[in-house]
């Protein structure tokens, strides 16, 4: 499966961007999508999974009660809404595919080319 991200930007503390990754591929209900994020020094961190289903969601704590993630899986897009952002969550943003749940980045062998999202102060 191919994943291209869009709608990243320069956002100010308290505004809301929406994430998008559209899927290439037969199999995209097939996959967990991840949302991962990594900023300049860190890890590549995962910030939400959802299930093939689109039922059930894993959200990191730093992001829970602010961001939503789901899935279209007629359109093959998953969704990153985030809302009340804050300077701590620039980063660049990936969408990735796994077919089993893991939080660990090198479980994923689908990723997109990421797409930068600032947050000012």
């Known amino acids: 499966v191919q994943l291209v991200e869009s709608g990243g930007g320069l956002v100010q503390a308290g505004d809301s961007l929406t994430l998008s990754c559209a899927a290439s591929g037969r199999t995209f209900d097939g996959y967990r999508m991840a949302w991962f994020r990594q900023a300049p020094g860190k890890e590549r961190e995962a910030v939400s999974i959802i299930d093939q289903g689109g039922v059930s969601a894993y959200y990191a704590d730093s992001v829970k009660g602010r961001f939503t993630i789901s899935r279209d899986n007629a359109k093959k897009t998953v969704y990153l809404q985030m809302n009340s952002l804050k300077p701590e969550d620039t980063a660049a943003y990936y969408c990735?595919?796994?077919?089993?749940?893991?939080?660990?980045?090198?479980?994923?062998?689908?990723w997109g080319q990421g797409t930068q999202v600032t947050v000012s102060s």
């Open positions: 990735a595919a796994c077919a089993y749940f893991s939080i660990n980045a090198i479980d994923y062998a689908h």
